[in-house]
């Protein structure tokens, strides 16, 4: 049975205007709606607006922590900042021993791909020229983060660079050239997608109607597609009834077919990206046991 959290953030959003946004519309790396006030800061860490390689972004860090991630925001490539993602940025630095870089990214409809990939590549190019090893990185991100976060690690072995030591990602989207059952069949349970994947919402950001089948399926664009050979491990997290619970699905599942380290993690009644919110008691879980089976690899 879902958490009493999480049935209230399935009213809020179930409640909300279809045309509202999840969060504020920010553009060019901005810092967020300036109204909305900051989660309290927990006790040992701290935050620090940063610069990674030309994009805004926040450091937060916690003594005696070891090791990074880099935290991708969601927002449907449309929304959302590194501000916005301070609160479980900084429950991650908190509560699981490593420090976290946030980044920002050009935002559509203003900015369509491949600015969001290109930004992201940016940002972990910055996170290195910081002098961090990139096995020490997870790079971890929800929804569109999440998507972000795969993207990241075929644009890495498209140009010969050193990839992270994981990927964590976070109901995300993998394919957009196809229906998975659930974008059509958890419309009436997911109150912040409703019908937006299975009318490809999306594309729009890619181009339109102008994208072609095999754009579509390139690994960047859809990771589901990939030669994940000499990646990283991957975590996947998602919620039963959302609309993306079969990108998770089928993605691990073909994973695991290729003998490559993957965990996946289903929670049942939650809300799109529930992971983004730590005060959820299933968002906890799934963080834990990301890094949980992070850990267990590195000791393997």
Known sequence: MPSEYAELMNAIFRDRPWDASPEAHTHEGGDGAPARRPPRTPKGV??????????????????????????????????????????????????????????????????????????????????????????????????????????????????????????????????????????????????LLRDAVEKGALRMVYGGSECTEAFLRSPVVSPLYGDFAGLPPVFLSASDTECLVDDARVLYQRLCEAGHPAALDVRHGCPHAFQMFPRMPEARDALAAGFAFFDRYARA
């Open 46 to 191: 701290t935050v620090e607006k940063i610069d990674l390689n030309g994009l805004g972004g926040e450091r937060l860090t916690k003594r005696g922590n070891a090791g990074w991630v880099l935290y991708v925001h969601g927002g449907g490539y449309m929304s959302g900042s590194a501000r916005e993602r301070r609160e479980v940025c900084q429950y991650i630095a908190d509560m699981h021993g490593r420090n976290v870089m946030s980044c920002n990214y050009r935002l559509a409809p203003e900015h369509l791909w491949p600015a969001q990939i290109d930004d992201t590549l940016a940002a972990w190019e910055g996170v290195l020229a910081r002098g961090v090893d990139a096995a020490d990185v997870i790079v971890a991100g929800e929804s569109a983060g999440g998507t972000l976060a795969l993207s990241l690690a075929f644009a890495l072995k498209e140009r010969g660079m050193a990839q992270p030591g994981g990927i964590m990602a976070l109901s995300p989207s993998v394919t957009q050239a196809e229906s998975l059952p659930s974008h059509s069949a958890n419309v009436a349970t997911d109150y």
